[in-house]
Every structure is written in structure tokens, then in C-alpha cells.
């Protein structure tokens, strides 16, 4: 189709259920909906093939504009949203998909995910989780999963469900790298998933006043400049190697082009080991321990 791009060689990942996803996608967190559609757009355009949102950043509907408009077909993108807080239990989550799915226009899902493990209500949270597998046998997603689930959240889920989740979608970046998040998916086959990927969300009220820009670090532009890429351009990179996914969020057509441009070089054992060693343990995102009733209690418009 003229104006949509096809990238062959962009690598997938396989799920714990078969399922493959491109494990480069386009992130639309703090994407302003009047930019949303046009970001979508040209993503699908520039050759991306993975889309993530949620209902809590209130742009679902233009997702579903956005690849319309592309003239990408639904079949070829992998589609992944996610429930909040306030639709958590078993009906309400029931319900959650049919205001997602009625938001992007769309008859299924590829993956549906909580968007919090809510440990102040956490038997709502399993019972959202029951309404993900009954979504997940029903056919109407084919993959479902949790986000920002720490350890203790996974250990607590796993006990009381059947479907091992195949995605945690986690803030991970060169500076807050989670190695006890990761070990304990790889433990049962969760794949990682980082949201905020290239360095850090750029605001977020609250949280990280003092926090460090990845992207000027000194050893990730040494790197970039080895080999004539972005610092952001590496750290996507340093993702892909490690086996995540990886979703940039960006409403700017050169800078979407520019974070899917990372399939033509490669990173040695060494440069992964000195950006690994920027893990400075520090969460710029909400810590997911800490209960947030006024913004968990969020209600999600209908379709």
C-alpha cells in the first residue's frame, strides 16, 4: 500500500502462550489525544507494527483512529491496552473490555493487561485477573497481563489463577533496571516489557523531582557515538538484545522514525555490560506498593 512502510527483519518476540509481538511498539502514555491519532498514523506508516495504550490515558479512541487511518490493516498490528484500577473486579472487568474495544473500534484484542497491581484492593485485582482469563478462552484477546507487578504481586496472583501472565510491563531503563522484577518473571516465563524505555518518564507529579536525564548520559552517548546512533537509539537497542520489548512513546514523526531506526546495528557483550552498570535503583514512575485511592478511584468514560 502506498506510504506504509514494511520492515521485514524488525524482530518478534514469542509469548508464553505462542503468541508472537513485534518487540518494538509505539507507546502513546502522556500522548495528548488531539496528537494521538497522528503519532498512530505515522508510526504504522514509519513500519510499526505494535501499538500500546490504556484506558487511564483517555486516547484509546484515537489509537483506533490513528490506524485507520493508516491503511494498515488490523491483522498486521498487534494491539495491547489495558485495564485500571476503577474496573478492576470480576463484571467490571468484563465490562472494561467492551469499553476498550468499543474506544479502538475494534471485535479482539492481542493483549490485555492490568494496569496495577492496587495492593490496597488487591482481591479485586484478582478477581480482574479471573475476568482476563475468561476474556483470554473466550476468545476475545489473545494474550493477557499485569503491569508494574513486583515479585510479591506475581507470588500472590500466581496462587490464586490459572493463566500465567505472558506480559509485565514494567518502568525499566538504564538508570532502574528491576533485576529482582526480571528474575522472578523469567522464573515463570513472563516476558518483560518496558514502558518508559529510553531514559525515564519525562514528567510525572510527584515523582523523580530529581532525577537524572539517561539521555545525556556520558557512557550512552560514547556508545551512540561508536556507532553513529542516538543515546535513545542505543538504549532501544540494549533492550532488543536482552530479549524485551520495548514501547517509546512519541507524538514527533521524525523522532517515531528515529526510535524505530535500530535494526541495522548491534551492541557488543561489552557495551551491554557497561549500560547494565548505570542501574542507579532509582524509580522515576509510582512505587507500586504505595496505595493511590484518589487516582486509583479514576472512573473510565463508556465506549
Given at each position: 500500500?502506498?506510504?506504509?512502510?514494511?520492515?521485514?527483519?524488525?524482530?518478534?518476540?514469542?509469548?508464553?502462550?505462542?503468541?508472537?509481538?513485534?518487540?518494538?511498539?509505539?507507546?502513546?502514555?502522556?500522548?495528548?489525544?488531539?496528537?494521538?491519532?497522528?503519532?498512530?498514523?505515522?508510526?504504522l506508516?514509519?513500519?510499526?507494527?505494535?501499538?500500546?495504550?490504556?484506558?487511564?490515558?483517555?486516547?484509546?479512541?484515537?489509537?483506533?483512529?490513528?490506524?485507520?487511518?493508516?491503511?494498515?490493516?488490523?491483522?498486521?498490528?498487534?494491539?495491547?491496552?489495558?485495564?485500571?484500577?476503577?474496573?478492576?473486579?470480576?463484571?467490571?472487568?468484563?465490562?472494561?473490555?467492551?469499553?476498550?474495544?468499543?474506544k479502538?473500534?475494534?471485535?479482539?484484542?492481542?493483549?490485555?493487561?492490568?494496569?496495577?497491581?492496587?495492593?490496597?484492593?488487591?482481591?479485586?485485582?484478582?478477581?480482574?485477573?479471573?475476568?482476563?482469563?475468561?476474556?483470554?478462552?473466550?476468545?476475545?484477546?489473545?494474550?493477557?497481563?499485569?503491569?508494574?507487578?513486583?515479585p510479591?504481586?506475581?507470588?500472590?496472583?500466581?496462587?490464586?489463577?490459572?493463566?500465567?501472565?505472558?506480559?509485565?510491563?514494567?518502568?525499566?531503563?538504564?538508570?532502574?533496571?528491576?533485576?529482582?522484577?526480571?528474575?522472578?518473571d523469567?522464573?515463570?516465563?513472563?516476558?518483560?516489557?518496558?514502558?518508559?524505555?529510553?531514559?525515564?518518564?519525562?514528567f510525572y507529579?510527584?515523582?523523580?523531582?530529581?532525577?537524572?536525564?539517561?539521555?545525556?548520559?556520558?557512557?550512552?552517548?560514547?556508545?551512540?557515538?561508536?556507532h553513529?546512533?542516538s543515546?535513545?537509539?542505543?538504549?532501544?537497542?540494549w533492550?532488543?538484545?536482552?530479549?524485551?520489548?520495548?514501547?517509546?512513546?512519541?507524538?514527533?514523526?521524525?523522532?517515531?522514525?528515529?526510535?524505530?531506526?535500530?535494526?541495522?546495528?548491534?551492541?557488543?557483550?561489552?557495551?551491554?555490560?557497561?549500560?547494565?552498570?548505570?542501574?542507579?535503583?532509582?524509580?522515576?514512575?509510582?512505587?507500586?506498593?504505595?496505595?493511590?485511592?484518589?487516582?486509583?478511584?479514576?472512573?473510565?468514560?463508556?465506549?
Amino acid at each position: 500500500m502506498v506510504g506504509v512502510e514494511r520492515i521485514e527483519n524488525q524482530p518478534t518476540l514469542t509469548l508464553n502462550n505462542g503468541v508472537t509481538m513485534p518487540a518494538l511498539g509505539l507507546g502513546v502514555f502522556q500522548s495528548p489525544p488531539e496528537e494521538t491519532a497522528a503519532a498512530v498514523e505515522a508510526a504504522l506508516r514509519t513500519g510499526y507494527r505494535h501499538i500500546d495504550t490504556a484506558a487511564a490515558y483517555g486516547n484509546e479512541r484515537e489509537v483506533g483512529e490513528g490506524l485507520r487511518r493508516s491503511g494498515v490493516d488490523r491483522s498486521e498490528v498487534f494491539l495491547e491496552t489495558k485495564v485500571w484500577v476503577s474496573d478492576f473486579g470480576y463484571d467490571q472487568t468484563l465490562h472494561a473490555w467492551d469499553k476498550a474495544a468499543g474506544k479502538l473500534g475494534v471485535d479482539s484484542l492481542d493483549l490485555l493487561i492490568l494496569h496495577q497491581p492496587a495492593p490496597d484492593r488487591f482481591e479485586r485485582t484478582i478477581a480482574a485477573y479471573q475476568a482476563l482469563e475468561k476474556l483470554l478462552a473466550d476468545g476475545k484477546v489473545r494474550a493477557i497481563g499485569v503491569s508494574n507487578f513486583m515479585p510479591h504481586h506475581l507470588e500472590r496472583l500466581l496462587k490464586e489463577t490459572e493463566v500465567v501472565p505472558a506480559v509485565n510491563q514494567i518502568e525499566l531503563h538504564p538508570y532502574f533496571t528491576q533485576p529482582e522484577v526480571r528474575r522472578a518473571d523469567a522464573e515463570h516465563g513472563i516476558l518483560d516489557q518496558a514502558w518508559s524505555p529510553i531514559g525515564g518518564i519525562t514528567f510525572y507529579p510527584g515523582w523523580g523531582e530529581d532525577r537524572r536525564s539517561v539521555m545525556e548520559d556520558p557512557t550512552l552517548l560514547a556508545i551512540a557515538s561508536q556507532h553513529g546512533k542516538s543515546a535513545a537509539q542505543v538504549m532501544l537497542r540494549w533492550h532488543l538484545q536482552q530479549g524485551r520489548s520495548a514501547i517509546p512513546k512519541s507524538t514527533n514523526p521524525s523522532r517515531i522514525r528515529e526510535n524505530f531506526d535500530v535494526f541495522d546495528f548491534s551492541l557488543s557483550s561489552e557495551e551491554l555490560v557497561r549500560i547494565d552498570a548505570l542501574d542507579l535503583g532509582v524509580r522515576n514512575g509510582p512505587d507500586p506498593d504505595v496505595a493511590r485511592p484518589e487516582r486509583f478511584d479514576m472512573p473510565i468514560p463508556e465506549a
